[in-house]
Structure formats: C-alpha cells, structure tokens
C-alpha cells in the first residue's frame, strides 16, 4: 500500500509571511504618516519610504501566494495525480 504524502510548498509560506509583514508594514506607515505624523519629522520623511515597501512586500508576497497555491491537480507534493 502506497501512501502519498501531502506536502505544501514552502514558498507559498514564505509568501504567506511576506505578505502578513508588506500589510503590517503598510499600515504602520499609514498610522504613523498620515494618521498620528511625529512632531520632529527626519530627513526624507515626505517620501514615505515604509508605507512604500510595505506595499512591495505585501505585492511580492501575493505573487508568490498565488504562484505556488497547491492546486487539486498536482496535489499537494506538487507531482500530478
């Protein structure tokens, strides 16, 4: 009796948690950009450089979520059924 195993890629986790920290990151740099702004503001702060990676990381975690989705025709080993 053959058993098969039942494996999920780990890119598909690894883009998982990209995309949980792109969110969290984002909504820091919304909080703290435009919600509560800090009352001494650092050099480069008009460009908003955690709002901005917070969205590249949540974008590149969604295209490696989808990319590596285990689907039912590969199963979940990634070989065809």
């Known amino acids: ?5 039942k494996q999920i890629p780990i890119w598909f986790f690894i883009g998982a948690i990209l995309a949980v920290y792109g969110a969290l990151i ?11 702004p800090p009352e001494h503001k650092v050099a480069l702060w ?8 917070g969205v590249l ?6 295209v ?3 990319r590596f ?3 039912e025709k590969e199963g979940l080993t990634g070989r065809e059924k």
């Open 1 to 5: 009796m053959h058993v098969q195993e």
């Open 26 to 36: 984002a909504g820091a740099g919304v909080y703290y950009g435009f919600v509560h």
């Open 46 to 53: 008009d460009l908003h450089a955690d709002l901005w990676w």
């Open 57 to 62: 990381l949540f974008i590149f975690g969604l």
């Open 64 to 66: 490696y979520v989808i």
């Open 69 to 71: 989705w285990p689907s």
